[in-house]
């Protein structure tokens, strides 16, 4: 499965602030339908489960964003108690802008440091994290299989999207050649548009090594 990074994880505190990151370059974002809760329950029914009724569930996205994916489903799931976590402040603040002008009361978003959780967050019977494990450093991985274990229900689903290998060596072996290309200039204005410069140069360095 592939996916992509999100604004999530990172202390003010740490000097690699990604999440400052997240806020000066938006990341886009959308509905993934195969993180709906429905579609989990069916899933885990078809490996022999008996995951928890999903009309009435509580459901936890990690690295929400803008709200893009937990908002539909609670809009789909108005009996659900929905919660969507992310470290960077202006996708949450967007989302919390779209749940007041809808009107929809059974999903909440929040600014929060994954690594803040702790059991006292509440237990839920649906856990998102959806298109950043591949990408987050390794205690940030550890944290979230703790919160699977900790905070999931007895009969809960987690949803953990990541990268595989050996097809995954492509595009982590691009990005960090990218971001070595870029260590030496951090002016988050360019950091996108040279980013994107350094990419088709190295395309064709691989298209070469090839023949």
């Not at 505190?13 to 809760?37: G, K, W």
């Not at 899933?43 to 008996?50: E, N, Q, R, V, W």
């Not at 779209?98 to 909440?108: D, F, Y």
Request: net charge negative; with cysteine.
């Amino acid at each position: 499965m592939i996916d992509s990074p999100a604004g999530i994880s990172q202390r003010p505190d740490n000097s690699d602030d990604r999440s400052s990151q997240y806020d000066l370059v938006l990341y886009p974002s959308r509905a993934y339908p195969e993180t709906h809760p429905d579609r989990l329950r069916v899933m885990a029914m078809l490996f022999g489960l008996d995951p928890p009724p999903v009309e009435t569930s509580r459901i936890l996205e990690i690295g929400c964003g803008d709200g893009s994916n937990i908002i539909p489903i609670a809009f789909s799931l108005p009996q659900a108690d929905c919660v969507g976590i992310d470290f960077a402040c202006k996708p949450v603040e967007a989302s919390q802008s779209l749940i007041r002008r809808t009107g929809i009361e059974n999903v909440k978003c929040e600014v929060m440091d994954v690594r803040d959780i702790t059991t006292a967050f509440g237990t839920f019977d649906y856990i998102v994290a959806h298109g950043f494990f591949s990408w987050v450093p390794a205690p940030v991985k550890e944290k979230l299989l703790t919160i699977c274990h900790d905070n999931l229900a007895p009969t809960g689903v987690a949803f953990v999207s990541y990268n595989t290998y050996p097809a995954g060596h492509i595009r982590e072996a691009s990005r960090e050649l990218m971001l070595f290309h870029l260590q030496q200039n951090r002016d988050t204005t360019t950091l996108v548009s040279r980013g994107m410069a350094f990419l088709p140069p190295l395309s064709k360095t691989g298209s070469y090594s090839l023949k």
